[in-house]
Structure formats: C-alpha cells, structure tokens
C-alpha cells in the first residue's frame, strides 16, 4: 500500500462545476499537509498548505483536512478553464521537508 | 517567493551517457532537494542537498548514479550518470519556502528523454 493515494483521473467537468480533489494517506504522523498544481510542462507551484485538521479557504480553493480518517480534499468553486492541470496532494510528519506525494489528479474545466 | 530556475529545460540523451542539470536560486538557502516525476508517477525525493556537505539520498538512490554538487547557498547539480531509457523522467529541484517551513518551492523541471 502507498503512503499516499490519489486517484490519478482525468477528471473533466464544465466551466463554473465545483471540482473535488481527494487523497487518502496511511502514516498517521503526518500533519503537514499541502496542494500543489502543476501545468504542462511546469513545476509544482503551492496552492495551499494545512496544518493538522481542519479547513482552510483562500479565494475559490478550499483545503480540508480530515485526520481521524486520513483523508484529506481540495475543493475549487467556479472552476474555470485555467484550472486545468494536474494537482498534487503532499504531507509530511516534520519539518525536516520529508514530504510524501500523490501521484496527482489530471483536470480539464471545459469552457 | 524564490525564483528557481534550471538548465537545461529538455534534452534528448543517448543510452550510456551523462548529464548535469543545474539549479539556480535566487537567494540563498541552506537546503535544495533534487526529485523525479516519472509518467504517472507521484514525485519521488533522490536526495538533500546540504551547502558544505554531502548529499543524502534517499532509499534507491545512490551517489554513483546520481552525483550531487552544491558549491554555495545558491546553486545545485545533479548528475544522471550512464544512463538508460529507465531515467526518462522530468527532474525538479526545489527549496523550502522559508527556514523551519515546510511547504517547497519548485523550479521548472528537466525533461529528460534517453533512448
């Protein structure tokens, strides 16, 4: 079993669809949890970053972060065609940067 | 945040050969970490590169193959050594956000291709 898991997709919706990004992990250290997304032919750029459980908002992008159930999701509201990419989940159980990442979710907003 | 950028973007690579890909931050930094991203494949950390001293790599990786250079708090190498199709791969390096942060910073990739 990997430590992270992500569901690698593709996952088409229509321009204004709420998208759902998930990742499930095993190792119940982890507390750091983040989402990157990646364009073609990019680096990862950091979207979002959590710490521990809980939730957190920035503009249409919503991280959640359920640790009793090692699950943790990535909402984006409005998705609009320059929401296309691939998204990474990544954690980590320090701050030694020992980051363990999904394999990444490929989206297409169509307009 | 900082500006990472790497040398060379893409290149096509014939079985047995080397390359260096370099990495170059625009600010200083203790720690530069080197990953592969195979096709499908989630990013795998090769090694820590620490200024002034050697390398750590992780589980399945190994010097010989991977050799790492990290001459000052600014700028990284890392060395592919006889390749084989098997190293197809984007190659990224990437720095920690800030001291004690976790979150990281990407540079663009090096997509390599070896036939």
């Known amino acids: 079993q990997k430590e992270v898991e992500q569901d690698p997709g593709p996952l088409s919706v229509p321009e204004g669809a709420i998208v759902s990004l998930n990742c499930t992990y095993s190792?119940?250290?982890?507390?750091?949890f983040m989402w990157y997304r990646q364009y073609s032919r990019k680096g990862p750029e950091l979207l979002m970053y959590?710490?521990?459980?809980g939730n957190k908002e920035d503009g249409r992008f919503t991280a959640q972060v359920d640790k009793s159930s090692k699950y943790i999701s990535l909402f984006i509201r409005d998705s609009q065609p320059s929401d296309s990419a691939t998204y990474l989940c990544?954690?980590?159980?320090?701050?030694?940067?020992?980051?363990?990442f999904g394999a990444g979710t490929r989206l297409t907003v169509k307009p | 945040s900082a500006v990472i950028s790497q040398k060379p973007s893409r290149d096509i690579c014939q079985r047995g050969t080397s390359l260096t890909i370099q990495c170059q931050v625009d600010?200083?930094?203790?720690?530069m970490f080197w990953y592969r991203q195979q096709p499908g494949q989630s990013l795998t950390l090769i090694a820590t590169?620490?200024?002034?001293?050697?390398?750590?790599?992780e589980s399945g990786f190994v010097i010989d193959k991977f050799p790492i250079s990290r001459p000052n708090l600014t700028f990284s190498t890392l060395t592919v050594s006889n390749m084989s199709p098997e190293d197809s791969s984007i190659y990224l390096c990437?720095?920690?956000?800030?001291?004690?942060?976790?979150?990281?910073?990407f540079g663009p990739g090096t997509r390599l291709t070896v036939l």
């Open positions: 959590t710490y521990s459980s």
């Open positions: 190792n119940s250290a982890f507390q750091y």
């Open positions: 990437s720095v920690p956000r800030g001291r004690g942060q976790v979150e990281q910073f």
């Open positions: 590169a620490n200024q002034g001293s050697e390398a750590t790599y």
């Open positions: 600010s200083q930094v203790t720690m």
């Open positions: 990544a954690m980590s159980a320090n701050r030694n940067n020992d980051m363990r």
